[in-house]
Structures are given as C-alpha cells and as structure tokens.
C-alpha cells in the first residue's frame, strides 16, 4: 500500500509541477533577443557544464537539426563555443563564454522572480513547509542520481 500511495503522490506533484511550468513559460522570457529556447540552453550549458549536442536536443525535447539554427546564433554572437569531440568526431560539445554566463545569469534571475510572484501569496508557514520538503526531497533524489550514475 505504502508503495502505490508513493507513485500516485509522486505523479500528482509531477502533474503540479509541470503545470507550474507552464505558467513559468506564459511569462515572456527574451534579453537582447534571445528567445526562450535560446536561453533555455544557456542556462542548462551554464548550470550543467559543457554537453554533446544531441544531449542537449533530448533534454530540449528537439531534434539536432532543429537546435543547429540556435547554435548558430549563440555562437556568432558570442554566447557559446562549439567544440567537434576529439575522439570521435560525430559528437559536437557546446559550452557557454563568459558573455554567455552573463546572459544565462539574466535569465536565471528573472526565472526566479517570476516564482518568486507566482508563490507571494503562501503563507509564511506553507512556505516554511515547503521549503523543508523540497529539502528532504532534493537530498533523497541527488543520492538517488549519485546512485543511479
């Protein structure tokens, strides 16, 4: 019993989440021009470190192809440096210059502050609350990554 009321809370706070995510994405998000997508990946590339270009597409929900255009302009502009993999050639790793970091960190900070409005109305002790839990849950999920590595 235990188990299966973990699943079913653990998919309606999936469910909460990804509709959080879509207000999140209501909100319009573009510095100097960039788009949405465009600096959805300077934030994963300035967060997670240099990535192959078809990791990035999966984790963009994109084909290569289709994200080659915003490589482009990311890279013309300074933002990121493309990189082919030495060792095998058909991998192309994407990193973020410090130009790139600066925008990335615009994009974070404005995140932030749209989900610091869309939660202004908690209370202070549904925050606390929260904040507890979602601490208690990131610990258990980083081991869980660390594990599953």
């Known amino acids: 019993m235990a188990r299966k009321e973990f699943i079913n809370l653990l998919e309606a ?11 999140l994405k209501r909100y319009p998000v573009v510095f100097a021009g960039y788009p949405r ?7 994963r590339l300035h967060m997670g470190g240099p990535a192959k ?3 990035i597409a999966r984790r ?5 192809p289709n994200l080659c ?18 060792n095998d050639r058909r991998n192309t790793w ?12 615009q994009a974070i900070e404005s ?3 749209t989900i610091e409005m869309l939660f202004s109305k908690l209370s202070r002790s549904d925050e606390d609350s929260l904040t507890k839990s ?16």
């Not at 469910?15 to 879509?22: A, E, M, Q, Y």
């Not at 997508?37 to 934030?43: E, G, H, R, T, W």
């Open 13 to 23: 706070n999936i469910f909460i989440l990804d509709r959080l995510s879509d207000k």
């Open 111 to 113: 995140m932030r502050n």
């Open 60 to 64: 963009e929900m994109a084909t290569a």
């Open 69 to 86: 255009a915003a490589f482009r302009k990311l890279e013309r502009d300074g933002l990121v440096l493309r990189k082919i993999d030495e």
């Open 134 to 149: 979602l601490k208690t849950i990131n610990g258990i999920l980083t081991k869980m990554e660390l594990s599953n590595a």
């Open 94 to 105: 994407y990193s973020v210059t410090k130009a790139g970091e600066k925008v990335a960190n």
């Open 37 to 43: 997508q465009q600096l959805s990946i300077l934030v």
């Open 53 to 55: 270009l078809k990791d």
